[in-house]
């Protein structure tokens, strides 16, 4: 028999990659119409969210995207092994023995400090080239960055550095989508401080870029040339009170099938811990995902819809499956399409609510569902 036929398990990840499109459309759309010249920068770290880092970067890149921003260099490689050509920002920090790899994958490398540039610098004369860089700015978030107070200096510094070209300068917002914005424009005002700053110096630097899908959103002013859209291109808003763009839609769903009905009479229990006693006849589901897959370790919390219905979860969470109660859906039956994330007629389980259950936020969700489960890519 050939494996390459086994029948996928009866629980997986759908990956709609029609409305990853549309969503792709609906962004460039607002963008176009609030800032003509602001560009896009597509945010594919961790597999794109967990939707598949190789399918999502076709499609960013068919929807014209300046870059595409990463974290790791195998996500880098990854990329350019597939024959993605678009622009890759390369994020975070990197080891001097990266270095090499970013001139050769002809990556656009993020810096933090002057040492780094001076290591890229080397290794691009070696090659040949000049090595793209942006420097990062910490103006309040206090991870990777030159504290906006004493950059100036050091950003002096990296441009007298040769085989680099200083094409980009960022910082990143700590809290840009929740209603108080008192700590974003804090960060925005450093940021553009040290942009004046710098070019009372004669440092131009042409790319600027400090928002996030939030700050995307919500602070036009600090636009500036790019932004970095990451949560939002999937279809999901970062926080519950940012602004809202009609037509966006979640591209991800998680979806599973009935795998056995049992029958419980009143005193039966359900599940390790025995959490769940019930008292009065029911029918419970067996559905085959469990922790293992990613599905929060709840007791007794959330639901999954059947039938375009709620079932709730009773009992806990085991590695491979979840119990949820059909009693109201006495139509449901044994292999029945199961949505445990997703849209189910005029029901919805968005990841804000698995993430309340998981008492943890959306992007967790995303990107917590395991290999697996295997991702469904309709086309
Ligand atoms: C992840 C990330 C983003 C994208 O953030 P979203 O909220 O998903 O849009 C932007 N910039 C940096 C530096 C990031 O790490």
Redesign the pocket.
Known sequence: MLTSHLPLRPAWVEIDLDILRMNYDVINTDRAERAPQLKLIS?L?DDAYGHGAVPVAREAAKAGVSFI?LVTLQEAVTLREAGIETPILL?GEREPAELPYCVDFNLTTVVNDVETARLLGGFAIKAGKRAPLHIKINSGMSRFGLRWDQAAPVIQEISRTPGIVIEGILS?FAMSDELDKTFARKQLERFMHLLAELQKSGIDIPLRHIC???GFLDLSEAHFDLV?????QFGVF?SQVCRRIPGIAPVMSVKSRIAFIQPLEVGDCVGYGMRYTATSPRRIAVIPIGYGDGFPRVRNEGAVLIRGRRAPLVGGVSMDAITVDITDIPDACRWDEVVIMGRDGSDEITAHEVAQWKKSVS?DVLVSWRSRLPRVYKP
């Open positions: 945010v770290k921003a994020m990143h996030n899908s939030g970095r859209v990451g949560l939002l970062p992007y």
